[in-house]
């Protein structure tokens, strides 16, 4: 008898592909990228170039030379990964290097070692994001200042993110009232956050580009709501508890979104198809785990940044989550 062969999750029937799915995902990017050749010029350039061409290269190496099999390339997913890696780092001559040593993580450790998409357990990107966080922290937290529009030189004045220069005033006892209303620090003002002339990595900039590329995945069905909201709202309404409590130490809620990571994960990384839950009610409960997580990590961590790992610790208990919520079967 003629063995039969199941191919790794998602088992979706309908008019759909890989293929199809990864390149919308890599169309909703684009306005983020676009946002960042504003600010950043060539060097988001380069590691975006950098960062997709190796992925695409390691992925093909390792699915030539060492699994054997036919390569899936041109699936877009390995231009995902890397434009989603290039989107979690900052816009610094010095990461042009370090993101093909991310990519190399991220693909080979984070994806290929389980065997290719469909089977790793966690988030290649961020794998990759975190492996460069942890290894190279000083690279990696040396923040360029934005400078509209279209930058040529690769000559950047360092600077900080929002989060990370509240997190360090508030730890020398500063009250948060005073940091935010000190001209010196150079904060930035609620139209900078949502149009993004800000320091931070360079996917996360911008609020407005997030959300028209998170609409198209939507309207396109690509994504659900489920994780998206359940994780902004978790994180929306503990700091604003947070806040209510304390106005001195915790920021305010909507400022707490549109800085840092939160949308950027939100949308395109907690929603990864195959590290995340399969049914509605464990989707909604996998985007109150990293809205929690992420609060935390935030204000009692070490780091003034926390949805990467709050993300990948939550893609370890998928697995979990799928056994308490049952997906709808189709067939018995």
């Known amino acids: 008898m003629k063995p039969l062969n199941i191919s790794g999750s998602p088992h979706v029937h309908s008019d759909e592909s890989t293929r199809r799915i990864m390149w919308r995902v890599n169309l909703a990017l684009v306005p983020m990228l676009l946002v960042a050749l504003a600010f950043f010029g060539l060097n988001a350039l380069l590691i975006s170039l950098v960062s997709v061409l190796c992925c695409c290269f390691f992925q093909w190496a390792i699915e030539k030379w060492i699994l054997k099999v036919p390569s899936t390339v041109s699936d877009g997913s390995a231009v995902v990964t890397g434009l989603l890696l290039a989107f979690n780092v900052p816009a610094t001559a010095d990461m042009i290097w370090l993101v093909a040593i991310g990519a190399l993580v991220a693909i080979g450790i984070g994806k290929m070692s389980?065997?290719?998409?469909?089977?790793?357990?966690?988030?290649?990107?961020?794998?990759?994001?975190?492996?460069?966080?942890i290894s190279f922290p000083v690279q990696m937290t040396t923040w360029p200042k934005p400078a509209a529009w279209f930058p040529v030189s690769t000559d950047t004045v360092?600077?900080?993110?929002?989060?990370?220069?509240?997190?360090?005033?508030?730890?020398?006892?500063?009250t948060l009232g005073d940091v935010l209303h000190d001209p010196s620090l150079g904060l930035p003002s609620l139209s900078d956050i949502i149009l993004g002339h800000m320091g931070g990595s360079l996917g996360e900039i911008s609020a407005v580009a997030i959300l028209i590329g998170a609409i198209y995945l939507l309207c396109r069905r690509i994504i659900s709501w489920h994780i998206p909201v359940s994780f902004i709202a978790t994180a929306f309404l503990l700091s604003g508890v947070l806040h209510l409590c304390n106005p001195d130490r915790?920021?305010?809620?909507?400022?707490?979104?549109l800085t840092g990571g939160i949308m950027l994960g939100a949308f395109f990384m907690a929603t990864d198809m195959v590290t995340s839950?399969?049914?509605?009610?464990?989707?909604?409960?996998?985007?109150?785990?990293?809205?929690?997580?992420?609060?935390i990590i935030r204000n009692w961590g070490a780091y003034p940044e926390g949805v990467s790992f709050a993300i990948l610790l939550m893609n370890a208990v998928t697995p979990l989550i799928n056994r308490g919520f049952h997906p709808r079967r189709f067939a018995v």
């Open 114 to 133: 389980f065997g290719g998409l469909g089977r790793n357990p966690f988030n290649p990107a961020l794998v990759g994001r975190v492996f460069m966080l």
């Open 277 to 295: 839950p399969m049914s509605r009610g464990g989707q909604l409960l996998f985007g109150f785990g990293c809205g929690l997580l992420t609060i």
């Open 158 to 174: 360092s600077g900080a993110t929002p989060l990370g220069l509240i997190k360090e005033q508030l730890s020398t006892g500063r």
């Open 250 to 257: 915790f920021l305010d809620p909507v400022t707490t979104i």
